[in-house]
């Protein structure tokens, strides 16, 4: 009897790739936008100059590295192609589907979280997982992962957010000042006869807030962007559905519990990364039985790494100076 499987369906994963770049688009738009906005009503037309300048300035620079950011930041260190062969050949398989100038550095993080996330940019890739991650997910899991943030690498999703947050920082500074100032000076301009307009103070209040929700929405769309990439270069999207699910299963998820609880389905809003549900759901519209073979190796004796960790690995998970980096980093994690 053949042994079937979930694979591709291609012209469904090519309208959600669409769909998401559409949507991603007009979300760096209404970004830009509103600090363009900003600009123009605290400083008129220099204003509107100085957030376009801001702009240019960010898509010219390259981002930080990555091994920068997880040596320096999350206290992670490299993981060698010796300490976890496989892993490393997955990685190279993928980043040559990605179309990556190389494959990316691995690095590991002595989290007792489960969690993944990508740094750099196409020419200098970088991937941290931490520890129990490694330990508790089966290789195909973890191969539907490293996909899913080599998808991020592919689409340049750290450019992209950067661009997003100095658009979305750039409108709170605008719309605070501009506030701040309306406040100040409104005496003076009712003693001249000239009331400030009530529609550009109320912009100007909401600005931050709007600017906010939007570059969280962004993050949400380059999440199930990122996920369409994955099942576009393993060809699994059952792979990453089962790894989800285990992450929800081990670890759940704190913003679903409050908002069970209190009711409040609005903090979906504040997400930076959909619900392990909708992901899902998006999956599975991507999937069909086909007859085939594992792609990816389904048993590797010991795990991805050796008992006890990679050589030299301390095998601790205990307080470690990068706690309070991963917090801030949550953009990127899985």
Do not use: C, K
């Amino acid at each position: 009897m053949a042994a079937y499987r979930l694979a591709l369906d291609t012209a469904a994963l090519a309208r959600q790739a669409r769909l998401n770049r559409l949507q991603s688009a007009l979300l760096l738009l209404g970004l830009t936008a509103l600090a363009a906005l900003s600009g123009l009503i605290v400083a008129g037309l220099p204003g509107l100059l100085v957030a376009a300048g801001v702009a240019l300035a960010l898509l010219l620079f390259d981002p930080e590295p990555g091994s920068a950011v997880f040596r320096q930041l999350l206290g992670g260190v490299p993981l060698p192609p010796e300490a976890a062969p496989e892993l490393h050949a997955v990685a190279r398989t993928l980043a040559r589907r990605a179309g990556l100038l190389r494959a990316p550095a691995l690095y590991l993080l002595p989290s007792p979280v489960l969690q993944a996330m990508a740094a750099g940019d196409r020419a200098r890739p970088a991937i941290a997982l931490t520890l129990a991650l490694l330990r508790a997910l089966p290789p195909r899991e973890v191969a539907a992962i490293l996909a899913h943030e080599i998808a991020h690498l592919r689409h340049g999703d750290v450019r992209v957010m950067r661009l997003a947050a100095a658009a979305s920082s750039l409108t709170r500074i605008m719309g605070t000042f501009g506030a701040l100032m309306l406040v100040l000076w409104f005496p003076l301009l009712l003693a001249a006869g000239e009331a400030p307009s009530p529609i550009a103070f109320l912009l100007l209040m909401a600005a931050p807030v709007l600017g906010d929700l939007l570059i969280l929405s962004l993050s949400r769309r380059r999440e199930l962007l990122a996920d369409a990439g994955a099942v576009e270069l393993t060809g699994d999207p059952g792979g990453l559905a089962a790894a989800l699910m285990r992450l929800e299963r081990i670890q759940g998820d704190d913003w679903e519990r409050l908002a069970s609880r209190s009711g409040a389905r609005w903090l979906r809003w504040f997400r930076t990364h959909p619900t392990i549900r909708e992901r899902i759901a998006r999956l599975s519209e991507t999937i069909a039985l086909v007859p085939s073979v594992p792609e990816w190796p389904t048993e590797v004796r010991d795990g991805w790494l050796p008992a006890g960790g990679p050589p030299g690995w301390g095998g601790g998970v205990g307080p470690w100076r990068g706690r309070l980096g991963q917090r801030v980093a949550g953009r990127w994690l899985l």
